[in-house]
């Protein structure tokens, strides 16, 4: 049987930390990665007797792959502090670990996914998945600002059972987040648009907004579903304003 060492990057999730610990109770070492939080994460994470370790956050791909380095165990389980591991996927990767002959060295995982307590179904979000079961010794995180996913070297499988991803519990955590993630989507973007036009814009803004309200069958989400397509497309404008900002100089 193989060991195993779930990872919980995190920075000032106090709400979080508690419940993301106990969903991974059943790893074999858990160590909380801490970006020098500000409010009690690191001190809750202690009263579970995890291992705790605290890095500057500089990007989150390198966050990561130092985490990664310091685990214990080759198989590697990481969550985020926001999502949780049902009992029936706690099962699921345990019967894998007991396999010494496994050639697979990493599994996608898709994600139930939760917008301020609602669950979403449709809105393109059906079809989210993850990589988060892996072999430290094959799997590296690219560096890329966000949306990383972890590159594979070798034969990567699906489980069945689902992670379940509470995305925002609130308006003022989305749109903090959504401030956030979109001067890193600018970033990311850069090196693919060297500039900026009305298209960019006007025109794809528009069609984000129809591809998941209507091409992903948002609209049966009801007013959450128009609430994630149209932030999707407010979203597209801001990450090509801000690029456009970033090439005229902008800090």
Not at 16 to 33: F, G, H, K, T
Not at 85 to 106: D, F, G
Not at 187 to 197: E, I, L, N, Y
Request: net charge positive.
């Amino acid at each position: 049987m193989h060991f195993i060492t779930a990872i919980i990057p995190c920075k000032n999730e106090e709400a979080n930390i508690a419940e993301a610990i106990q969903s991974v109770s059943w790893a074999d070492e858990i160590l909380v990665v801490d970006s020098y939080s500000t409010d009690r994460t690191v001190a809750i994470a202690k009263q579970f007797g995890v291992k705790v370790l605290q890095r500057p956050f500089d990007t989150h791909a390198r966050q990561k792959n130092w985490a990664i380095d310091q685990a214990t165990h080759n198989w590697i389980f990481l969550l985020d502090a926001d999502e949780r591991v049902p009992v029936a996927l706690s099962v699921e990767i345990k019967n894998i670990l007991q396999n010494q002959e496994n050639p697979t060295v990493a599994y996608w995982i898709r994600r139930q996914n939760y917008f301020m307590g609602q669950q979403v179904r449709y809105c393109g979000w059906q079809y989210d998945k993850v990589i988060r079961l892996f072999r430290r010794d094959t799997c590296r995180y690219p560096e890329v600002q966000v949306h990383e996913e972890i590159n594979a070297t070798g034969p990567v499988g699906t489980l069945q059972n689902k992670l379940i991803h509470h995305t925002y519990r609130g308006l003022r955590q989305y749109l903090e987040k959504w401030d956030y993630y979109t001067w890193l989507s600018a970033k990311d973007r850069s090196q693919k648009t060297k500039r900026v036009t009305l298209y960019h814009l006007a025109v794809k803004p528009i069609i984000r907004f129809f591809r998941h309200y209507i091409w992903f069958r948002g609209f049966l989400d009801g007013k959450v579903g128009f609430i994630i397509s149209y932030m999707a497309a407010v979203s597209v404008f801001m990450r090509y304003l801000k690029l456009w900002r970033l090439q005229e100089g902008e800090k």
